[in-house]
T-cell receptor
């Protein structure tokens, strides 16, 4: 069982390019989340999905979009990357509306030049 | 929204005890989590408190006072492998987490 996988591991991207970060979980968790982690700011929620077919905005959603076509996959798209989107991106999942903890993927390190 | 504060850095000696404090101001509260994150790795779950009091799990304990908006994580019998960042996170009534900036703990021999 892999848990949560993310791809790519790291990426260098030119400003203005479109980029999709992939996230897949095999735990059949209902809820999935995307965070970005920046030095001194901690983890900030970008978008989330409580169940397949639904998504919601987090604390810092501008410049990002997500989709949740099925339970396992939750891709994050940067339509036109900007340097301020340079960050480490973590995908997470949980069993949804309960006290259960979130499980995190290994992260994607994205640099926008 | 949530406002979560924790110290930036702490240093302790191997075998000692360290207490990491976390204070929060919240518009809705539905539990407090502590995560451990080693450099370059993903956060991993350590503990969860939703009621006041102490939760003990081996060398790690976590305490919560909802009326004071306060929690601490206690690390006992420190080991070198405990050098990491420790993240305090508050869950709101919509089940979303808000994280503090993290406390980097350095364990010295």
């Amino acid at each position: 069982i892999a848990g949560i996988t993310q791809a790519p591991t790291s990426q260098i991207l030119a400003a203005g390019r479109r980029m999709t970060l992939r996230c897949t979980q095999d735990m059949r968790h209902n809820a999935m989340y995307w965070y970005r982690q920046d030095l001194g700011l901690g983890l900030r929620l970008i978008h989330y999905s409580n169940t397949a077919g639904t998504t919601g905005k987090g604390e810092v959603p501008d410049g990002y979009s997500v989709s949740r076509a099925n339970t396992d996959d939750f891709p994050l798209t940067l339509a036109s990357a900007v340097p301020s989107q340079t960050s480490v991106y973590f995908c997470a999942s949980s069993e949804g509306d309960s006290y259960n903890e979130q499980f995190f993927g290994p992260g994607t390190r994205l640099t926008v030049l | 929204g949530q406002n979560i504060d924790q110290p930036t850095e702490m240093t302790a000696t191997e075998g000692a005890i360290v207490q990491i404090n976390c204070t929060y101001q919240t518009s809705g509260f539905n539990g407090l989590f502590w995560y451990q994150q080693h450099a370059g790795e993903a956060p991993t779950f350590l503990s969860y408190n939703v009621l006041d009091g102490l939760e003990e799990k081996g060398r790690f304990s976590s305490f919560l006072s909802r009326s004071k908006g306060y929690s601490y994580l206690l690390l006992k019998e420190l080991q070198m492998k405990d050098s990491a960042s420790y993240l305090c996170a508050v869950r709101d009534t919509d089940y979303k987490l808000s994280f503090g900036a993290g406390t980097t703990v350095t364990v010295r021999a």
